[in-house]
């Protein structure tokens, strides 16, 4: 069984500050990672996602993850925020084993509240 | 690339009664899943299609809610009698297996289900 762990509900941050969204996992096997966003009224995005390689994964709009197995962790960060980066932070974990062909099961944690504040 | 479609995107019922919901998933994306995300919470996986065959409902509470994908294509999820706690936004989400990018799911906009 796996799951994910994001202890922050609501993060509070002023405009241009830096930010870290934290999340934990825990799994018995090689896991895949994503954070996906959900505006106001929308469903959710794809921001960015962890399958191989490089442990070091970037968005298009700024914000960054990497994944650390031994802290098995997957946190977000982006170095300035803006007021249109308000929304809901998911983290999820899919134990799929190797990708070809598999379907991907994903466990969602509870999410994070970024309000970015003027 | 359309994305994935859901209908209706809000519905208000009273407990008891019956509600469905429909879902058109990415052309050609072959995987089809049902959420159900209550307020404060992630979402959590209902039930998983691979074409028209269930691969896995195992947290669907079947003594209400039921899904189906007759044609490999569109699905529909209903719940027959609702009770309060189903309040909640249904999430539709579709992936495609063996594209290379069979790990990532793409999600509909979610029908916002208020039962009173």
């Known amino acids: 069984a796996q799951s994910v762990t994001q202890l922050d509900s609501q993060v509070p941050v002023f405009e241009e500050a830096p930010v870290e969204l934290r999340c934990n996992y825990s799994?018995?096997?090689?896991?895949?990672l994503f954070w996906y966003v959900q505006y106001p009224n929308q469903g959710l995005q794809l921001l960015l996602k962890y399958l191989s390689g490089s442990t070091l994964v970037e968005s298009i709009n700024g914000f960054e993850a990497e994944f650390n197995k031994s802290q098995t962790s997957f946190h977000l960060r982006k170095p300035s925020v803006h007021i249109s980066d308000t929304a809901e932070y998911f983290c999820?974990?899919?134990?799929?084993?190797?990708?070809?062909?598999?379907?991907?099961?994903?466990?969602f944690g509870k999410g994070i509240t970024l309000s970015v504040r003027p | 690339e359309a994305g994935v479609a859901q209908s209706p995107r809000y519905k208000i019922i009273e407990k008891r009664q019956s509600v469905a919901f429909w879902c058109n998933p990415i052309s050609g994306h072959a995987t089809l899943y049902w959420y159900q995300q209550i307020l404060g919470q992630g979402p959590k996986l209902l039930i998983q299609?691979?074409?028209?065959?269930?691969?896995?409902d195992s947290q669907l509470p079947k003594d209400r809610f039921s899904a189906e994908r007759l044609k490999g294509v569109d699905s529909t999820l209903k719940i027959q009698p609702a009770k309060l706690e189903d309040s909640a936004v249904y999430l539709c989400?579709?992936?495609?297996?063996?594209?290379?990018?069979?790990?990532?799911?793409?999600f509909g906009p979610g029908t916002r289900l208020l039962v009173l």
């Open positions: 999820a974990v899919s134990d799929s084993p190797g990708g070809k062909g598999a379907n991907s099961k994903l466990t």
């Open positions: 989400a579709s992936s495609s297996p063996g594209t290379g990018d069979q790990e990532t799911q793409y």
């Open positions: 299609f691979q074409n028209n065959g269930v691969v896995d």
């Open positions: 799994s018995s096997v090689s896991v895949y």
